[in-house]
């Protein structure tokens, strides 16, 4: 099937290079003049496990090509919307860039000649967008039907060819929608075929699941991060009790492991504009508790700044502190809303010498002159002389390093787990002072 996929940023290339894998013949659309010159040689423009070899190899069979091109699309039966929707003034989404690639997009829709023509939204919008969207793109001879996409950055790869749902937000009309529908089957046949779930529903609930999904993420992070204030707070240990709680079938594991909060380009704004949205709904008060969720999520951070404190004698200043994980999580370069970040930052502003690392956001980093902290491109640089050693971020690089080792290159022995993924008992062997979220 000829697709296309409108916009080649993170979630635009990975889906873009697995629609190839499973057999169709893509083209990428990006008004990004340098990122199309580098997905076209084959260059990733951001770190993600197994995408730069999925996508040199399908550029080399000729089914994935990028264009800046509009014209491109013509003809084309699937077109996919993969855009950004960053925070707007107030919180609420911006929809810019999702209104402009359906107007870049209308003057070659409606020319496929093989079967029904499609427009499929797979960017986080607010309930609403699709319902309001859908007469425009059906003026043009299109069906539209939304796709939220569940990637996990570090798993993005694995995410899009093997989801654990497949949800379409279809059409109204029954009509329509069966015809939507059957275009889709057809696309997704080989996940489909593999036993994913297809949820089918109207476009409000569709928009709904992913944004929901996320709210309820960062809702669950942020109650284990409450549970390790308290903790602090009584002498308890918080990931002794996320342990527990976790066996309990209605809770589970996932999304229990306290530390210095979540970050990235998905939770931080999403639980935003879902509550600017609810407002214009006049149902602002049932997502207030989201408002809580955002606090607690930034208050953790202060916490450990309180115990870089009181590990150093009551100041940071002139300190020196390695930040160890830049980016919001392992196994992406994505800095935006780095709990990292923004602690190497107040660190700063309070005096202290911070050096930063990061095995994928360092090199990026290094070429930003107007930093107030230092960037160290590997570990022992970082490491080499500190006085207080804060992990940010659980690369495995930082988790399994050898305590001893540390002790050997350190001024000081004082390291506070940001992540709770250290062996304490291992770091206070090698004569660490260990501080954690929520942990003694």
């Not at 697995?18 to 990006?30: R, S, T």
């Not at 990028?66 to 003034?89: C, E, L, M, N």
Request: hydrophobic fraction near 45%; charged fraction near 25%.
């Amino acid at each position: 099937m000829n697709i296309t996929v409108i916009g080649c940023g993170y979630l635009g290339a990975v889906h873009a290079c697995a629609m190839a894998e499973l057999g169709h013949h893509v083209v990428g659309v990006d008004v990004d003049r340098d990122k199309i010159e580098a997905l076209s040689e084959g260059r990733a423009p951001f770190h993600e496990p197994g995408f730069t070899e999925i996508l040199r190899r399908r550029l080399e069979t000729g089914g994935l090509t990028f264009t800046t091109d509009f014209s491109a699309i013509a003809g084309a039966r699937v077109h996919f919307i993969a855009v950004g929707t960053p925070q707007g003034p107030g919180g609420a989404a911006d929809l810019r860039y999702v209104e402009g690639a359906i107007e870049a997009m209308k003057p070659y829709l409606g020319q496929c000649l093989n079967g029904d023509e499609v427009v499929v939204g797979k960017s986080t919008v607010p309930v609403g967008t699709a319902a309001r969207l859908a007469p425009s793109v059906a003026a043009a001879g299109t069906l539209l039907v939304w796709n939220p996409e569940f990637l996990r950055e570090g798993f993005a790869v694995e995410d899009t060819l093997q989801p654990d749902r497949m949800v379409y937000g279809l059409p109204v009309d029954s009509d329509d929608a069966e015809r939507a529908k059957a275009v889709l089957d057809e696309l997704y046949a080989p996940i489909i075929e593999s036993g994913t779930p297809r949820l089918v529903m109207d476009y409000a609930t569709a928009e709904l699941v992913k944004i929901s999904a996320n709210a309820f993420l960062a809702t669950k992070i942020s109650f284990i991060n409450a549970m390790a204030s308290v903790c602090d707070a009584a002498g308890g240990d918080v990931t002794a009790l996320a342990r527990a709680i976790g066996m309990d079938a209605r809770i589970g594991s996932r999304f229990l492991r306290a530390g210095i909060g979540f970050g990235g380009g998905c939770l931080p704004k999403d639980i935003r504009a879902f509550r600017a949205r609810a407002d214009e709904l006049g149902v602002g008060e049932a997502l207030n508790f989201l408002a809580e969720v955002d606090q607690i999520n930034e208050n953790v951070r202060h916490q450990a700044l309180d115990k870089a404190r009181s590990m150093l004698g009551g100041s940071v200043s002139r300190a020196r502190v390695a930040v160890l994980g830049t980016a919001f999580k392992p196994d992406s370069d994505d800095m935006r809303c780095s709990p990292g970040l923004a602690l190497a930052a107040e660190l700063a502003d309070e005096g202290a010498h911070v050096v930063v690392t990061d095995p994928a956001a360092a090199p990026i980093l290094v070429h930003d002159d107007d930093l107030p902290y230092d960037v160290a491109v590997d570990l022992e640089e970082a490491l080499t002389a500190a006085d207080l050693v804060l992990l940010a971020t659980e690369w495995d690089q930082y988790t399994r390093c050898d305590p001893s080792w540390v002790a050997d290159l350190v001024g000081r022995r004082n390291v506070i787990d940001g992540r709770n993924a250290l062996d304490p008992e291992a770091w206070r062997n090698a004569g660490f002072a260990y501080a954690a979220v929520g942990s003694r």
